[in-house]
């Protein structure tokens, strides 16, 4: 009988930064720099910090998370490709090269844009998923192409239960952020007809005005 115990899995160092883009400085966020992944400019979000702490689970199901869904937008003009995850820690994907929505050189941006980026938007709810976190730093524009970068947040929900209230508000979110992002930066917002559509239920006010009262007391 063998008694000699099996060699430990070989694990890929996370690489080191080049380039820093962003300190995780709050609970469970990553550091995110750029990289040489084998050969290729990558952008790293970084969970590793977390390895040897209780956080580390929730970390590695964030990673597996964000992977899931870009491997599910593979090939998709609007995300960057996943090159890979690293030590169940790290996530490695395509350096996208464009411009953040917010930026001064795209102040101007045109209503095109924005339609092709409601456009973008709407085939990613097509698909089950939301990005919930939909915010001009979080879109780069690439020539006159918006790429949707950052889906920590994003949530794939199955065919049958996309009916259901509560992700029929998560598109709704989606959309509405598109359009204050629109408004600001183009002075355009929706037309009658949409801000109807966009706008929230009773039971979201009531809900959202809650969790502002309760917060109120727990800062007390």
């Known amino acids: 009988m063998n008694l000699l115990k099996p060699p430990a899995p070989q694990v890929r160092p996370v690489p080191r930064p080049s380039r820093m883009l962003k300190h995780g400085e709050r609970l469970l966020e990553p550091n995110v720099y750029v990289a040489d992944l084998g050969g290729?400019?990558?952008v790293i979000k970084d969970y590793s910090r977390y390895r040897w702490t209780l956080l580390?689970?929730?970390a590695r199901?964030?990673?597996r998370r964000e992977a899931r869904v870009l491997r599910l937008l593979r090939g998709w003009r609007h995300a960057p490709a996943l090159l890979g995850t690293i030590g169940g820690l790290a996530l490695g994907m395509e350096l996208v090269q464009g411009e953040p929505l917010d930026s001064d050189t795209l102040q101007a941006a045109g209503t095109q844009l924005f339609q092709q980026l409601r456009g973008a938007v709407a085939s990613l709810h097509a698909a089950g998923i939301t990005h919930n976190d939909l915010h001009a730093s979080n879109i780069?524009?690439?020539?006159?192409?918006?790429?949707?970068?950052d889906y920590a947040s994003a949530l794939r929900t199955p065919r049958w239960l996309r009916s259901l209230p509560l992700v029929r508000q998560l598109r709704?979110?989606?959309l509405a952020n598109v359009f204050k992002m629109q408004q600001r930066l183009t002075g355009e917002g929706p037309t009658p007809q949409q801000a109807a559509a966009l706008a929230?239920?009773?039971w979201v006010r009531a809900l959202r005005d809650?969790?502002?009262r309760l917060y109120r007391v727990i800062k007390r």
């Open 61 to 63: 199901i964030l990673v």
């Open 172 to 174: 709704r979110s989606d």
């Open 40 to 42: 290729r400019l990558a």
């Open 210 to 212: 809650g969790w502002r």
């Open 56 to 58: 580390a689970p929730f």
């Open 140 to 149: 780069l524009v690439c020539g006159t192409t918006p790429v949707l970068i």
């Open 200 to 202: 929230e239920p009773t």
